[in-house]
C-alpha cells in the first residue's frame, strides 16, 4: 500500500480527532488535520491503497511485562490473563490481551485492553465496510530505544516509558507527584518532553527539552507502525480475517496464468488433433490408391484378406498336388530318391533335386510324373560318387 492513515483517539467518547496521512515508501506527511472521524473517513479520496491505523490512549490500554512459557500464540494469549491475574482491575473475560515479542529477559510484553473498547471500533470500522489494519497504543509507539523518557501528549497528558519497570499515561494533574514515583532512583537519564513553565517535573537525572508537536508525535506513530515495532490489538479474537475480495487479489495473476496455460494447451492440443486427422486422412487415401494399383477392383481391406486367403489356399493346394506326384513317381522307382524340393508359389512349380542310379532313372521319372498329370522339366545333372544328381521342375500341365 502506497499510504498511511492515521487516526489518534485518545479517548472513545472524543467527537474530533487528530489524523494525518502518510506516504509509506518516504515517511512523508502528506496531509494532516482535526476532524469527525465519520468526516475523516469520508474525505480520505480512496481507501484502496491506504493501510489505516488506530492508535488509542495509554488510559485506555496499560502495557505490562511477563514470564509466559508457551508453545504457541494462542497458548501465550490464554495463559496471560493468569499470570497477570493480580494485576487486572477487572474479570478476565472482559478484558483483551495482546502479546508482543519476547525480550532479552525472557519478558513479553502485554497490552490489556477493555474488550468493550474493541468491540466499539472494530465494530464501527465494519459497519462502515473499511478494513482496519491495526489498533494500536500510543505510549508502545512512542517506545523507541531503551531510554527513559516523558512525553506530553497533545491532550496534555503524559506518556510515560520506564524499560522494563513502567509504560503507560499519567494524568497531567498527577504526573508531578507520581511520575518521580515511577521513575524511582533509576541512574539513566531521563528525557522530558514537556512545557516546563506549566509542569514542573524534578527528577534526580533528568534532560528537559520542548514538548513534541502533534506531527512528530504522528511520524513517531507512523515509523514504529510501518517498522512493526509497536504491538498491533488486533490478536486473537480480534484478528482481520482475509475476504474474498483479498483472497482473490492473492491468487488473481496464479489463477489467470493457471487459465491462459490451460487455454494455451487445448488451443495447441487442438491444432495437433486437426493435423493428426489430416495426416491420417492423406494416409488413408494413399493406402488406397497403393491398394487399388496392387489389386485393381478391390475397394476394401476385406476384399483384400479375401484374395489373400484364395491366393494361398491355392498356392497350398497346388504344392500338396505337386509333392503328391512327386513322391508317388519316386517309389516307383527304388533307384530314384529325394535330396531337396522348393516351391516357387508365383509360378507354381515344384523344384527338385533327385539321386538316381543311372540317367535313364529321370527318364523314368519324367514319364511317371506325366502319367499323374503334371509334366517334368529336365534341368542340370552331374555325377558325384557313382550317382547321379539331378534337378527337375514338375508343374501342372
Not at 182 to 193: A, M, R
Request: net charge negative.
Amino acid at each position: 500500500m502506497s499510504q498511511h492513515l492515521i487516526i489518534y483517539a485518545d479517548r472513545v467518547s472524543n467527537d474530533t480527532m487528530s489524523w494525518a496521512l502518510f506516504n509509506t515508501v518516504t515517511h512523508h506527511c502528506i496531509e494532516q488535520g482535526e476532524a469527525p472521524i465519520d468526516l475523516i473517513l469520508e474525505n480520505s479520496s480512496s481507501l484502496e491503497n491506504t493501510e489505516l491505523s488506530l492508535v488509542l490512549s495509554g488510559f485506555e490500554a496499560p502495557l505490562h511485562y511477563a514470564e509466559i512459557p508457551a508453545k504457541t500464540e494462542a497458548q501465550a494469549r490464554a495463559a496471560a490473563p493468569y499470570i497477570l491475574e493480580d494485576d487486572l482491575a477487572s474479570a478476565p473475560e472482559a478484558l483483551h490481551f495482546a502479546l508482543g515479542s519476547e525480550e532479552a529477559n525472557n519478558q513479553r510484553p502485554v497490552i490489556i485492553v477493555v474488550r468493550d473498547i474493541m468491540d466499539h471500533w472494530v465494530s464501527y470500522f465494519q459497519s462502515h465496510n473499511i478494513k482496519l489494519n491495526g489498533i494500536y497504543v500510543d505510549s508502545n509507539c512512542m517506545q523507541a530505544g531503551s531510554a527513559p523518557s516523558i512525553y506530553e501528549t497533545p491532550q496534555n497528558d503524559f506518556i510515560l516509558n520506564i524499560p522494563g519497570n513502567f509504560s503507560g499515561c499519567i494524568d497531567s494533574d498527577m504526573i508531578e507527584i507520581v511520575g518521580p514515583k515511577i521513575v524511582g532512583d533509576t541512574s539513566d537519564k531521563v528525557t522530558v518532553y514537556a512545557d516546563q513553565d506549566r509542569y514542573k517535573i524534578s527528577l534526580n537525572n533528568q534532560d528537559t527539552r520542548p514538548g513534541l508537536s502533534v506531527a512528530e508525535f504522528f511520524k513517531a506513530f507512523n515509523r514504529a507502525i510501518l517498522e512493526d515495532v509497536s504491538i498491533n490489538l488486533l490478536q486473537g479474537d480480534f484478528a482481520n480475517r482475509q475476504s474474498l475480495k483479498e483472497i482473490w487479489m492473492i491468487w488473481k495473476r496464479p489463477a489467470i496464468l493457471a487459465l491462459s496455460l490451460t487455454i494455451a494447451f487445448v488451443g495447441y492440443f487442438a491444432v495437433e488433433t486437426w493435423q493428426l486427422s489430416r495426416t491420417i486422412a492423406q494416409l488413408d487415401r494413399d493406402t488406397r490408391a497403393a491398394m487399388e494399383q496392387t489389386f485393381p477392383g478391390v475397394r476394401t481391406i476385406n476384399q483384400v484378406r479375401a484374395r489373400v486367403r484364395t491366393s494361398q489356399t491355392n498356392a497350398t493346394d497346388r504344392f500338396i498336388l505337386l509333392s503328391e506326384i512327386l513322391f508317388n513317381s519316386v517309389q516307383e522307382n527304388d533307384n530314384v530318391s529325394v535330396i531337396s524340393t522348393r516351391y516357387d508359389e508365383n509360378r507354381g512349380e515344384l523344384s527338385v533335386s533327385l539321386n538316381t542310379g543311372a540317367f535313364n532313372d529321370v527318364e523314368l521319372m519324367k514319364n511317371a510324373v506325366e502319367r499323374k498329370g503334371a509334366s517334368l522339366t529336365e534341368g542340370a545333372s552331374r555325377q558325384v560318387d557313382g550317382r547321379i544328381i539331378a534337378d527337375i521342375t514338375i508343374r501342372e500341365r
